[in-house]
Nanobody
Framework: QVQLVESGGGLVQPGGSLRLSCAASGSIFNINLMTWYRQAPGKERELVATITSGTSTNYADSVKGRFTISRDNSKKTMYLQMNSLKPEDTAVYYC??????????????????WGKGTLVTVSS
């Protein structure tokens, strides 16, 4: 019953900003690595940014200096602050997370989960 839901996508002009959110829900024991991916029209899905449970981050070269990944563990939510947006940032953005969950009060499992994506369109 673990679920990831992205939100915050929309239409913005070049140079504008947008903040994406990824909220996790369910019987979660721990959220480990969290990652933002994106897939532009006609292109393969690519990694955008990653954040560990210790808040260490990594970014694709194409977004360094413009995007910031963060997480709020109390809210079980990850964010992607996107500034100085370019038309080439247009894509469906997906949330991915490595999650340890509770089957019962004494039984844990671990899995990799995806959200359904949120569309970001950068256009004038």
């Amino acid at each position: 019953q673990v679920q990831l839901v992205e939100s915050g996508g929309g239409l913005v002009q070049p140079g504008g900003s947008l903040r994406l959110s990824c909220a996790a829900s369910g019987s979660i024991f721990n959220i480990n690595l969290m990652t933002w991916y994106r897939q532009a029209p006609g292109k393969e899905r690519e990694l955008v940014a990653t954040i560990t449970s210790g808040t260490s981050t990594n970014y694709a070269d194409s977004v360094k200096g413009r995007f910031t990944i963060s997480r709020d563990n109390s809210k079980k939510t990850m964010y992607l602050q996107m500034n100085s947006l370019k038309p080439e940032d247009t894509a469906v953005y997906y949330c991915n997370a490595d999650i340890t969950y509770l089957r019962t009060s004494s039984d844990k499992g671990r899995g990799n989960y995806w959200g359904k994506g949120t569309l970001v369109t950068v256009s004038s």
